[in-house]
């Protein structure tokens, strides 16, 4: 569907063109390449890869002592009703403890992750929309996401595009 709109703009937009005697600028960019050529984009990427491996290391350390506990209450026939139910109550915390903190540390991640690529992601579409402006393109699209029907017509401006997010984000 997205593609035949695209199509359907592209048309109009070279009808248009050819009946007012305009020439028509398309340009696109790899949205991917920009971004994960950035070094403020690989810092970001690091930083929530650690929060990740932290958060996956704390809760591998619960699951380990609820099994643990859980060992221990399996084959332990000596164990007192008191502290068979003890054993009980501590997994069940855990397991507890284990849900809310699985839910906090996702929480946190993406919120980090919103915290550090938003501004650039902003960049990225103010660079977008100045380009646009200062070189009369009538259309840029992303060539990533499978929108790109026709590019020898159009001119790629992902280097120029990564270069203006350098100087503003490195």
Same mark, same amino acid.
């Given at each position: 569907?997205?593609?035949?709109?695209?199509?359907?703009?592209?048309?109009?937009?070279?009808?248009?063109?050819?009946?007012?005697?305009?020439?028509?600028?398309?340009?696109?960019?790899?949205?991917?390449?920009?971004?994960?050529?950035?070094?403020?984009?690989?810092?970001?990427?690091?930083?929530?890869?650690?929060?990740?491996?932290?958060?996956?290391?704390?809760?591998?350390?619960?699951?380990?002592?609820?099994?643990?506990?859980?060992?221990?209450?399996?084959?332990?026939?000596? !164990? %007192? #009703?008191?502290?068979?139910?003890?054993?009980?109550? @501590?997994? *069940?915390?855990?397991?507890?403890?284990?849900?809310?903190?699985?839910?906090?540390?996702?929480?946190?991640?993406?919120?980090?992750?919103?915290?550090?690529?938003?501004?650039?992601?902003?960049?990225?579409?103010?660079?977008?929309?100045?380009?646009?402006?200062?070189?009369?393109?009538?259309?840029?699209?992303?060539?990533?996401?499978?929108?790109?029907?026709?590019?020898?017509?159009?001119?790629? !401006? %992902? #280097?120029?595009?990564?270069?203006?997010?350098?100087? @503003?984000? *490195?």
């Amino acid at each position: 569907m997205k593609k035949i709109i695209l199509l359907s703009m592209l048309l109009l937009i070279i009808l248009q063109s050819a009946v007012f005697g305009q020439s028509v600028k398309i340009g696109y960019v790899d949205k991917v390449k920009v971004l994960t050529d950035l070094k403020s984009w690989q810092n970001a990427d690091k930083s929530l890869l650690q929060m990740k491996e932290n958060a996956e290391f704390e809760l591998q350390r619960m699951l380990t002592e609820a099994d643990s506990l859980s060992g221990v209450l399996q084959n332990q026939m000596m !164990l %007192t #009703e008191t502290m068979r139910t003890q054993l009980q109550e @501590k997994i *069940e915390q855990i397991s507890r403890d284990y849900q809310r903190t699985g839910i906090t540390r996702q929480q946190e991640i993406l919120q980090k992750e919103n915290d550090l690529k938003a501004p650039i992601l902003l960049g990225f579409n103010e660079t977008i929309r100045k380009l646009g402006i200062d070189e009369n393109f009538m259309l840029i699209y992303d060539n990533t996401v499978n929108s790109i029907l026709f590019a020898s017509g159009g001119r790629d !401006l %992902t #280097e120029q595009i990564l270069f203006e997010m350098r100087k @503003k984000f *490195e």
